[in-house]
């Protein structure tokens, strides 16, 4: 993005951004009510800039749009967009799509777009809804649900699979990097290059991946590392445990986060943090050693619906019931 600029995307289609100390948010985006399927879990979910963008002016936004398909509420849209005004504005007549899913149900639609330091395009999605992965979309390789997707924006029209993908020579969508998810919601890449990825739970437990290539993280085989599919006998062969898992006596909805480089609290350097929608209680996690701190059980408790990092390496939070903001610093 353009230095010192943020931007915040709203469900209902708005991107908006705003320089820090600036007293209001400028529109940079906003979609048409006909052009985007909004409310509960859907509507405008994930942006991600070129790594290039001050050379092509090219930016990426996921939404949830309307369908013409039978028995789809709505359909998950990744397009590019390109903004002439060193991204004041994006260009809605620029839009060129690169991928559509249909959506079997209205939730766990995941969000998070990142490119990677590889330079290809990371796309989480979840499973396609309603409750236990009713049609096991996680596990079949042969769909784009539940899956950590990766694509090289680069070549090919509109994009070309790396040649480096797991099921890029076959035994399943080329476009898959990982899978096994339910609904990834956020996920970053630290410094060193590792991807992070919070997945939210079913009924029991909440978790933290550290997402490989080729990784399968277990659903609907498992919730965190429990049994959750009986009829299966329970398999853990070639599965990945969670690096963190939490109950829900702790949250309900986790809220994957950012390592943490910033300057204001030293003591976070190098740690990844994460919340929990419900609970609002916002964790350390020490990659390391696997510790875990809670940092604010006496503090603010927002209703986390995402994290940002700014180019400082200081980390937001955001409020989506307030419609706040804030910064992570030290308690008085």
Do not use: M
């Amino acid at each position: 993005a353009p230095a010192g600029v943020f931007y915040v995307l709203e469900q209902a289609g708005v991107v908006k951004r705003f320089a820090e100390g600036d007293k209001t948010a400028r529109v940079a985006l906003a979609f048409p009510a006909a052009s985007i399927a909004a409310g509960g879990e859907s509507g405008l979910l994930g942006i991600a800039f070129h790594p290039r963008f001050a050379d092509n002016g090219f930016v990426y936004l996921y939404r949830t749009a309307p369908t013409t398909t039978a028995g789809s509420p709505f359909k998950s849209v990744l397009a590019r967009y390109r903004s002439t005004d060193g991204g004041a504005t994006f260009d809605l007549a620029s839009e060129k799509v690169l991928l559509e899913i249909d959506q079997p149900f209205p939730n766990h639609n995941g969000g998070k777009l990142a490119f990677g330091p590889d330079g290809f395009l990371y796309w989480g999605l979840g499973d396609g809804g309603a409750g236990g992965d009713p049609g096991n979309r996680a596990q079949n390789k042969d769909l784009l649900l539940g899956k950590i997707l990766r694509v090289d924006v680069d070549r090919g029209d509109p994009y070309a699979i790396p040649p480096d993908n797991p099921f890029a020579g076959g035994g399943g969508r080329g476009e898959i990097f990982a899978y096994g998810l339910r609904n990834p919601w956020k996920l970053s890449f630290d410094r060193d290059g590792v991807l992070w990825a919070g997945d939210v739970g079913q009924g029991k437990y909440e978790e933290i991946d550290r997402i490989v290539k080729g990784g399968n993280y277990g659903w609907r085989l498992r919730e965190g590392k429990h049994c959750f599919d009986p009829a299966t006998n329970c398999p853990t062969d070639g599965l990945i445990d969670p690096v963190v898992e939490y109950d829900h006596g702790q949250g309900v909805s986790v809220t994957g986060g950012y390592v943490y480089y910033g300057k204001a609290v030293p003591e976070l350097f190098g740690k990844y943090l994460y919340g929990d929608y419900g609970s609002g209680r916002i964790w350390a996690l020490h990659p390391p050693t696997g510790t875990v701190s809670v940092l604010n059980e006496e503090g603010e408790r927002p209703k986390i619906g995402s994290f940002g990092q700014g180019p400082d390496g200081e980390v937001y939070v955001v409020d989506i019931a307030q419609g706040f903001i804030f910064r992570i610093a030290r308690a008085p």
